[in-house]
């Protein structure tokens, strides 16, 4: 094919004017002949880049059958393995489809709120239980004797030296760390004028025996109020016996220091002694009932355990529910101890069969999430090219799955599960249907972990729908904030219609309404706080950062506007491009807009050695050689990554203004080159953009979007037909050049862009009627009505084409 391609350039030579009609039309389907080629020759060359690269997709695939099957081997770990869910159709309230009997003897568990009612019971019969200490009164009367000892060995040294009284006085105190806060007081105990030494050993025995008095009945470690028994009893352990009294029998804390106060009131008259007294039996005194807070929460246990599980006997062969009979609550606890015995005898077997439940929990798992695959590949195919993204919906599955089970696990309402979280998590990342496919798959797999639970399978999926489109219409974070309104009462109305259908009495469908309420305004609150982390740690650019990042009000594209208005401009206009190309592509028209604002934002930097910020034709590359000029030019895509690291854009945003140039060549620059220098070489890879080239559809329509919008700036009269022409050159270009290689875009999509470049460059440059001034002779007729605004009839234009390759940057007019 190369060498057909050679001979048909070769001999596509100009024609003179005596050559014949029939060897011009000849000339002309080899004119024909050689595009087709070439255009089928590039096809085959990027269809052949694309294959390697599917290739080495290909060789990653492994990392991906690991992430799903971790999946299915923890999801199926959560289910429930210690009942049967045989019975779990079968409701109290319900009428049974069928006639039950007895497959053997079994016990019937108490259900868990009369187990809890029972060991609730039986832990009040469970008495507090303290320890007499009786060596405590022998140590608190020793202290005492020996702070009255050094009163009395004080006072002496207080006669021989009055003035160190109050160095004395502090050191007593501090010493038997008696609390005294009265200054005065403290001295006086020291003063001779105040106690004589009969009065101290009369204080001191009053001190003692208010402290024998108060220990013989009992101090208690604890205040009462911390135990909440009924019957308001304790147990008393000696060395030798064991025995039960009443809590009024004994003081706690606060007791004691009531009953210190009145027995010291009645003992002595004296202020001073009630004060001392008070202070200094509160410092010693220490309780000689001590709580044993290990035996008892020991004996608490034991009597849990001894609670029987059981509240009756269910005999082999017996009838437990007839066909169309009510279920009631005790035909209920009868199934559910079936269903747990029947486990139970399941999980005894030994050799293959004890693995048959987890291989149909493993065939469940994988017959339902081949149907979201198959469902992805069809609609978001791309979502399986990027480990990451599988990564995100494993995990988001993987949480739903694991909150799911705590939930049930902790007894917490059923109305709690995250099955709505998950999937606006997963439509804002991966779009709506694959929202719409997660809510179905996640409320299948909830209901099941939950022991196929119907009713809750209904409840998540009819909520989660609503959830995900709630999300389709939000378009930022604060509105997102609305939806908590929305979903509460998408949470009421499914609780409320579900109970009813159940022919639930209304109060017990009232009572979960707290918690439908609850569940319903955390889920946005919950999605809107995860989707940061979710961006971050899987590397996802979402719809709500990019719609903050197109104000046109961002730090960064203020600086444009200002440093480098003509690439402000410019980047608005490709933006719009961008947009309508990708939506008619079904591409994310918001991140081509978004990576159209920021692509030349390294262009602040030497604004002025570009085109369209060039003012009064000054132009500095007429200074500087070519392999300069090429440096700065191609150093504005370096310097946009670094402006886009500053500023901390997405990695999409990064790669598109790594990839919007691709590796084209600088054709100004380099002719230039070659001109100088005639007799050297000229690395044509010294005039490249680095690169790389376009890997997506949206960095392609850029890369595109900027050629076009550059190239159609230069025309004078942008009719149609002008536009058509130029857009289908620089776009067939491209395409040729191969920078097009590396994105998934096909020869449809290009002449879906070329339609949709049309449209819009169309009515960017659409005509107007020129106004006469109004000294113009009126008889005059003006033959401005096909030309635009600002672009006066002057000599015949130049080809914007040949103008682009004598830009200094490339690109007319950028």
Same mark, same amino acid.
């Given at each position: 094919?190369?060498?057909?391609?050679?001979?048909?350039?070769?001999?596509?030579?100009?024609?003179?004017?005596?050559?014949?009609?029939?060897?011009?039309?000849?000339?002309?389907?080899?004119?024909?002949?050689?595009?087709?080629?070439?255009?089928?020759?590039?096809?085959?060359?990027?269809?052949?880049?694309?294959?390697?690269?599917?290739?080495?997709?290909?060789?990653?695939?492994?990392?991906?059958?690991?992430?799903?099957?971790?999946?299915?081997?923890?999801?199926?770990?959560?289910?429930?393995?210690?009942?049967?869910?045989?019975?779990?159709?079968?409701?109290?309230?319900?009428?049974?489809?069928?006639?039950?009997?007895?497959?053997?003897?079994?016990?019937?568990?108490?259900?868990?709120?009369?187990?809890?009612?029972?060991?609730?019971?039986?832990?009040?019969?469970?008495?507090?239980?303290?320890?007499?200490?009786?060596?405590?009164?022998?140590?608190?009367?020793?202290?005492?004797?020996?702070?009255?000892?050094?009163?009395?060995?004080?006072?002496?040294?207080?006669?021989?030296?009055?003035?160190?009284?109050?160095?004395?006085?502090?050191?007593?105190?501090?010493?038997?760390?008696?609390?005294?806060?009265?200054?005065?007081?403290?001295?006086?105990?020291?003063?001779?004028?105040?106690?004589?030494?009969?009065?101290?050993?009369?204080?001191?025995?009053?001190?003692?025996?208010?402290?024998?008095?108060?220990?013989?009945?009992?101090?208690?470690?604890?205040?009462?109020?911390?135990?909440?028994?009924?019957?308001?009893?304790?147990?008393?352990?000696?060395?030798?016996?064991?025995?039960?009294?009443?809590?009024?029998?004994?003081?706690?804390?606060?007791?004691?220091?009531?009953?210190?106060?009145?027995?010291?009131?009645?003992?002595?008259?004296?202020?001073?002694?009630?004060?001392?007294?008070?202070?200094?039996?509160?410092?010693?005194?220490?309780?000689?009932?001590?709580?044993?807070?290990?035996?008892?929460?020991?004996?608490?246990?034991?009597?849990?355990?001894?609670?029987?599980?059981?509240?009756?006997?269910?005999?082999?062969?017996?009838?437990?529910?007839?066909?169309?009979?009510?279920?009631?609550?005790?035909?209920?606890?009868?199934?559910?101890?079936?269903?747990?015995?029947?486990?139970?005898?399941?999980?005894?077997?030994?050799?293959?069969?004890?693995?048959?439940?987890?291989?149909?929990?493993?065939?469940?798992?994988?017959?339902?999430?081949?149907?979201?695959?198959?469902?992805?590949?069809?609609?978001?195919?791309?979502?399986?090219?990027? *480990?990451?993204?599988?990564? #995100?919906?494993?995990? @988001?599955?993987?949480?739903? /799955? &694991?909150?799911? =089970?705590? %939930?049930?696990? +902790?007894?917490?309402?059923?109305?709690?599960?995250?099955?709505?979280?998950?999937?606006?998590?997963?439509?804002?990342?991966?779009?709506?249907?694959?929202?719409?496919?997660?809510?179905?798959?996640?409320?299948?797999?909830?209901?099941?972990?939950?022991?196929?639970?119907?009713?809750?399978?209904?409840?998540?999926?009819?909520?989660?729908?609503?959830?995900?489109?709630?999300?389709?219409?939000? *378009?930022?974070?604060?509105? #997102?904030?609305?939806? @908590?309104?929305?979903?509460? /009462? &998408?949470?009421? =109305?499914? %609780?409320?219609? +579900?109970?009813?259908?159940?022919?639930?009495?209304?109060?017990?469908?009232?009572?979960?309404?707290?918690?439908?309420?609850?569940?319903?305004?955390?889920?946005?609150?919950?999605?809107?706080?995860?989707?940061?982390?979710?961006?971050?740690?899987?590397?996802?650019?979402?719809?709500?950062?990019?719609?903050?990042?197109?104000?046109?009000?961002?730090?960064?594209?203020?600086?444009?506007?200002?440093?480098?208005?003509?690439?402000?401009?410019?980047?608005?206009?490709?933006?719009?491009? &961008?947009?309508?190309?990708?939506?008619?592509?079904?591409?994310?028209?918001?991140?081509?807009?978004?990576?159209?604002?920021?692509?030349?934002?390294?262009?602040?930097?030497?604004?002025?050695?570009?085109?369209?910020?060039?003012?009064?034709?000054?132009?500095?590359?007429?200074?500087?050689?070519?392999?300069?000029?090429?440096?700065?030019?191609?150093?504005?895509?370096?310097?946009?990554?670094?402006?886009?690291?500053?500023?901390?854009?997405?990695?999409?945003?990064?790669?598109?203004?790594?990839?919007?140039?691709?590796?084209?060549?600088?054709?100004?620059?380099?002719?230039?080159?070659?001109?100088?220098?005639?007799?050297?070489?000229?690395?044509?890879?010294?005039?490249?953009?680095?690169?790389?080239?376009?890997?997506?559809?949206?960095?392609?329509?850029?890369?595109?979007?900027?050629?076009?919008?550059?190239?159609?700036?230069?025309?004078?009269?942008?009719?149609?037909?002008?536009?058509?022409?130029?857009?289908?050159e620089l776009i067939d270009e491209r395409f040729k050049e191969g920078q097009l290689d590396d994105s998934p875009l096909t020869l449809r999509d290009l002449e879906k862009i070329k339609e949709s470049f049309l449209t819009i460059l169309s009515g960017t440059f659409h005509t107007r009627v020129e106004y006469p001034d109004k000294d113009e002779n009126k008889n005059n007729k003006t033959e401005s009505d096909s030309t635009p605004v600002g672009r006066p009839e002057s000599k015949p234009e130049a080809d914007p084409r040949s103008a682009k390759n004598h830009s200094p940057t490339g690109k007319a007019g950028s």
């Amino acid at each position: 094919m190369l060498f057909v391609i050679v001979w048909l350039k070769t001999s596509l030579k100009p024609m003179s004017n005596s050559r014949t009609i029939h060897v011009q039309q000849e000339t002309n389907q080899r004119m024909k002949l050689y595009d087709a080629l070439i255009t089928h020759f590039f096809y085959r060359m990027k269809h052949k880049r694309k294959k390697h690269k599917k290739q080495d997709a290909e060789s990653r695939k492994w990392i991906r059958w690991a992430i799903g099957g971790s999946l299915l081997v923890v999801l199926s770990l959560l289910f429930p393995r210690g009942q049967s869910s045989q019975f779990a159709d079968m409701r109290e309230g319900s009428v049974s489809s069928r006639r039950i009997v007895a497959p053997f003897s079994f016990e019937i568990l108490k259900t868990a709120d009369e187990l809890q009612r029972d060991r609730e019971l039986a832990v009040q019969k469970v008495y507090p239980v303290f320890t007499r200490d009786d060596k405590v009164f022998d140590e608190t009367r020793n202290k005492t004797n020996r702070f009255f000892d050094d009163v009395v060995r004080y006072r002496k040294e207080v006669e021989s030296r009055p003035r160190l009284k109050r160095a004395f006085t502090d050191s007593l105190f501090q010493k038997h760390r008696v609390n005294v806060l009265d200054t005065l007081n403290r001295q006086r105990i020291l003063d001779n004028g105040t106690m004589t030494f009969t009065d101290i050993q009369n204080f001191q025995s009053i001190l003692v025996t208010a402290i024998r008095d108060i220990l013989s009945v009992g101090l208690l470690s604890t205040t009462k109020e911390t135990f909440t028994s009924p019957d308001r009893k304790l147990v008393i352990l000696t060395e030798s016996e064991e025995s039960v009294h009443d809590f009024k029998e004994f003081y706690d804390l606060n007791e004691m220091r009531l009953k210190l106060v009145e027995m010291l009131n009645n003992r002595t008259s004296s202020v001073f002694f009630k004060q001392m007294g008070y202070s200094i039996v509160s410092s010693f005194l220490e309780p000689n009932l001590i709580y044993d807070e290990a035996l008892h929460a020991s004996r608490i246990n034991e009597a849990r355990a001894r609670v029987p599980l059981s509240s009756g006997f269910v005999y082999e062969n017996e009838k437990i529910v007839d066909q169309n009979e009510r279920i009631t609550l005790e035909i209920r606890k009868k199934l559910t101890s079936l269903s747990v015995k029947m486990a139970e005898k399941g999980m005894s077997v030994r050799g293959f069969r004890l693995f048959l439940p987890f291989i149909g929990r493993l065939a469940f798992l994988s017959g339902l999430f081949f149907l979201f695959i198959v469902f992805i590949q069809q609609n978001s195919p791309e979502i399986f090219t990027d *480990n990451k993204q599988v990564l #995100l919906l494993a995990a @988001v599955v993987l949480l739903v /799955g &694991a909150v799911t =089970f705590l %939930i049930h696990q +902790l007894a917490v309402s059923e109305y709690m599960v995250p099955t709505a979280v998950g999937a606006m998590i997963l439509a804002i990342v991966f779009g709506p249907w694959v929202g719409l496919a997660s809510a179905a798959i996640m409320s299948v797999l909830v209901g099941a972990l939950y022991g196929n639970e119907f009713n809750l399978m209904i409840f998540s999926f009819f909520v989660s729908v609503v959830g995900v489109l709630i999300i389709r219409s939000m *378009n930022d974070r604060r509105r #997102l904030v609305y939806s @908590v309104f929305y979903m509460a /009462g &998408a949470y009421l =109305f499914t %609780i409320t219609f +579900l109970g009813l259908l159940r022919y639930l009495p209304f109060r017990d469908i009232i009572r979960d309404w707290p918690w439908g309420a609850a569940a319903g305004i955390l889920a946005p609150v919950v999605t809107a706080g995860l989707l940061p982390l979710v961006e971050y740690l899987f590397d996802i650019t979402t719809d709500f950062s990019l719609l903050e990042l197109s104000s046109l009000n961002h730090p960064l594209l203020k600086r444009l506007s200002v440093q480098a208005p003509g690439t402000y401009h410019h980047s608005i206009i490709v933006g719009n491009l &961008a947009e309508s190309a990708a939506q008619t592509l079904g591409a994310n028209p918001l991140l081509a807009r978004v990576g159209s604002y920021y692509h030349d934002i390294g262009k602040v930097e030497k604004s002025e050695y570009f085109a369209e910020n060039q003012i009064a034709g000054k132009n500095p590359h007429e200074k500087l050689t070519p392999r300069m000029s090429a440096l700065i030019l191609s150093n504005h895509v370096k310097k946009g990554i670094e402006l886009s690291e500053k500023y901390k854009l997405p990695t999409a945003i990064k790669d598109i203004i790594m990839q919007h140039q691709g590796t084209t060549i600088m054709p100004i620059f380099y002719r230039k080159a070659k001109e100088k220098n005639e007799s050297g070489e000229v690395h044509e890879s010294d005039y490249r953009y680095p690169g790389p080239r376009p890997q997506t559809r949206e960095a392609a329509i850029v890369m595109l979007a900027d050629v076009v919008e550059a190239a159609t700036r230069s025309l004078k009269a942008p009719t149609h037909n002008r536009l058509k022409n130029i857009i289908d050159e620089l776009i067939d270009e491209r395409f040729k050049e191969g920078q097009l290689d590396d994105s998934p875009l096909t020869l449809r999509d290009l002449e879906k862009i070329k339609e949709s470049f049309l449209t819009i460059l169309s009515g960017t440059f659409h005509t107007r009627v020129e106004y006469p001034d109004k000294d113009e002779n009126k008889n005059n007729k003006t033959e401005s009505d096909s030309t635009p605004v600002g672009r006066p009839e002057s000599k015949p234009e130049a080809d914007p084409r040949s103008a682009k390759n004598h830009s200094p940057t490339g690109k007319a007019g950028s």
